[in-house]
């Protein structure tokens, strides 16, 4: 199994900062794609960025929605993956999902979610 262990939601005000964190951890071989969703009230759960790739060369891409506010990061060796969250808009509030898939050491697959973070952006 694969855990997800979120952090860094809270409550801002428009034009403010936030910064996620996810740390997965159990029985990884290797990660393909770290990703963030969120869901709003009333709303379908929504993919705001994702990541694949290693170190040297990775591949961040993003809902139109939050390109150029957000940045996605990603640390293998820590199996971590970030979302730096800038120009924070009220549109903004949700609950934000950490989503990583892989393979375990048995090469098996695992496609896993962490429990999710409120973040609201209010005056």
């Known amino acids: 199994q694969v855990q997800l262990v979120e952090s860094g939601g809270g409550l801002v005000q428009p034009g403010g900062s936030l910064r996620l964190s996810c740390a997965a951890s159990?029985?990884?071989?290797?990660?393909?794609?770290m990703g963030w969703y969120r869901q709003a009230p009333g709303k379908q759960r929504e993919l705001v960025a994702s990541?694949?790739?290693?170190?040297?060369?990775?591949?961040?891409s993003y809902a139109d929605s939050v390109k150029g506010r957000f940045t996605i990061s990603r640390d293998n060796a820590k199996n971590t993956v970030n979302l730096q969250m800038n120009s924070l808009k009220p549109e903004d509030t949700a609950v934000y999902y950490c989503?990583?898939?892989?393979?375990?050491?048995?090469?098996?697959?695992?496609?896993?979610w962490g429990q999710g973070t409120q973040v609201t952006v209010s005056s």
């Open positions: 989503r990583t898939r892989g393979f375990e050491p048995t090469m098996s697959s695992f496609d896993s």
């Open positions: 159990g029985s990884i071989f290797s990660i393909n794609v």
């Open positions: 990541i694949t790739g290693g170190d040297i060369t990775s591949y961040a």
